[in-house]
């Protein structure tokens, strides 16, 4: 065949770009063709007959490795090429022309089984096919069946990993760098000598710890639960860790080295951060059931088994015949890490949980039932969730459980702020503030109630939010309640302080100003006056410091400049005397 040139098939394709339609893919809004049914699917001219339906609903793409039967018929109706006589169906990479240029475009429609009559257009030529040679525009029509093909994917975009997927896996992954997977796979060279394999079970590690070369990691992070691939591996992602191998004692790879890997991802284990640190980390052992989690103010039953890293029990709940633990998430029953961890889990759900010390015991030793946990310990739980219920979400109470709700959510928070938990206080007042939101309406009776409740809690909220250096939820807080009452002189002494904490002592003296035309007696107020004059004082003379040193600076600049100005005129002035002389 005669090979047709990539400008003209780059040409082919800038014209669909411009149409907004991808090159040979049938028009979304057109349905789908019935058997016998003909149509044009392109903007060049390309038709399709339906002669036999596919399976299911997936087509390939450019750059896959299809594998067709196919007919080239002359104008006179006569057949010019055919696989079907070698017996043998061809593989190519789509989007290489590799049998006629445009052809490709139909077969990217074509679903795994599906049988297809192409129209050529009469500008068409051919690609370079090991067939025998015919004439240009010589064939305008080809008779295609998909026998199958397999998914191509350059990993990094770079050429350096091909994969090729030779089963697709379930609708489960790709995994993570933190999850832990179950993988097998047989490495060899090019040549074919296997250099590596795992057993028959096969091997587990953490995707971040890599394993074996850094292809593997890279590959797995695009993969699916049971999916098999080969990867391509060039020599910059082929270098082995022999430490990480999965054989001792394998033949030396060259560094130049192009490998081959069969590769499967059985299974893999998701590990979830917790709390975004690192600090607590729940490697998920089996799924719960639905999508509930229990979430924060749950009541939960769960067994577990607690333990050093060394393996040492340190104590466990709910195993030969002992009661289960019952507990409220978030109310500190637990130490932090398990509790954090616990409000991430679904009815049924078993996993493991990895808490560091900033998330347990602390640097302190501590008794448990069994064992004494040593300062700065990582503990390791192995928990299920039994039950648990979700405490009642205020959108499903009626207005009077609402503000009941938030009254108890207010007097708890009050009791943690007096023991100094003012993070957990925070939320509780949240909570509170939540059930009687500003955009429901309440009868009048009840508003009275609800308002008082939201300045409670948006004052007590700002004072916590002081004790832990939010400064700006502080100014927030304390501004929703001036919305609502200006003259609320706890408001303004609060934002006050937030305001000279953040260095705005402008607006931290205009809110001092109003509290004491409020109330003139005011202790508290008054000495935040004193100390945010202190701190007036001491930014203007950091200011005035500031300023003499730069006048100083430009005072120096000014006479450096003067000094240069006054030789440079010396200079010329000697100049023009010396000239004055020769002139004599």
């Known amino acids: 065949m005669v090979e047709f040139s990539m400008a003209n098939a780059q040409a082919f394709i800038d014209e669909d770009d411009e149409l907004d339609e991808e090159p040979g893919e049938e028009i979304e809004s057109a349905p789908p063709l019935n058997v016998g049914e003909e149509r044009e699917i392109n903007s060049n001219g390309l038709k399709k007959k339906l002669l036999k339906h596919g399976q299911g609903w997936e087509t390939p793409e450019f750059g896959d490795e299809v594998t067709v039967h196919y007919v080239g018929i002359l104008h006179d109706g006569t057949k010019s090429v055919s696989t079907r006589d070698k017996g043998e169906p061809v593989t190519f990479k789509l989007g290489q022309e590799k049998v006629a240029a445009g052809l490709d475009r139909g077969i990217v429609t074509m679903r795994k089984g599906e049988g297809a009559l192409f129209t050529l257009p009469s500008e068409t030529a051919f690609g370079s096919s090991d067939s025998d040679a015919v004439s240009l525009n010589s064939v305008v029509q080809f008779e295609v069946e998909l026998v199958s093909w397999i998914t191509v994917v350059d990993v990094c975009k770079d050429g350096g990993i091909i994969k090729k997927i030779l089963e697709k896996g379930e609708m489960i992954g790709p995994p993570g760098d933190l999850d832990e997977v179950l993988v097998r796979y047989v490495v060899r060279v090019l040549d074919g000598i296997t250099v590596a394999k795992t057993s028959e079970h096969g091997v587990e590690f953490y995707v971040k710890d890599g394993h074996f070369c850094q292809a593997l990691p890279k590959a797995i992070k695009t993969m699916r639960k049971g999916e098999k691939v080969n990867l ?28 081959s890997i069969d590769l499967e991802l059985v299974s893999f284990k998701p590990v979830i951060n917790v ?23 749950a009541a939960v039953t769960i067994r577990y088994t607690a333990k050093l890293v060394d393996g040492t029990l340190l104590e466990k709940r709910g195993f030969d015949g002992e ?144 004790k832990r250096n939010y400064f700006q939820e502080a100014i927030k807080q304390c501004s929703k309640v001036l919305e609502v009452e200006s003259c609320n002189v706890k408001a303004l002494y609060r934002r006050a302080q937030a305001f000279m904490e953040t260095a705005d002592l402008h607006l931290a003296e205009l809110d001092i100003k109003k509290a004491l ?22 930014s203007n003379k950091r200011d005035a410091k500031l300023y003499t040193t730069m006048f100083a600076r430009l005072s120096n600049e000014n006479s450096s400049a003067a000094k240069r100005l006054k030789v440079e005129e010396t200079e010329s002035k000697n100049e023009e005397n010396v000239g004055e002389i020769n002139m004599r």
């Open 323 to 466: 009661d289960a633990l019952k507990f409220i998430t978030d109310e500190e029953q637990v130490v932090a890490g398990l509790d954090q961890a616990v409000t991430t889990m679904k009815k049924g759900e078993h996993a493991i949980v990895t808490v560091k010390p900033d998330y347990g015991f602390g640097n302190t030793e501590v008794k448990r039932d069994l064992a004494m946990v040593p300062p700065c310990s990582t503990i390791i739980f192995e928990v299920e969730m039994l039950e648990f219920t979700k405490e009642k979400d205020p959108r499903e109470m009626n207005k009077h459980e609402r503000i009941q709700m938030a009254q108890r959510k207010k007097e708890e928070g009050n009791l943690l702020f007096k023991n100094g938990k003012y993070q957990r206080a925070m939320k509780k007042y949240e909570k509170a503030t939540d059930c009687i939101n500003e955009d429901e309406h309440f009868e009048d009776d009840d508003q009275k109630i609800v308002k008082s409740l939201r300045v409670s809690c948006w004052l007590n909220g700002a004072a916590a939010c002081l």
């Open 517 to 538: 035309e409020i109330d003139p007696q005011n202790r508290e107020v008054k000495l935040i006056q004193k100390n945010l004059k202190q701190l007036q004082a001491e």
């Open 232 to 259: 391509l591996i060039q020599p910059q992602y082929a270098s082995v860790d022999r430490d990480k191998d999965s054989e001792s004692g394998v033949p030396s790879i060259p560094p130049s080295s192009i490998l």
């Open 275 to 297: 709390t975004g640190d690192l600090g607590v980390l729940k490697k998920i052992l089996k799924e719960g059931e639905g999508t509930l989690t229990a979430d924060e103010g």
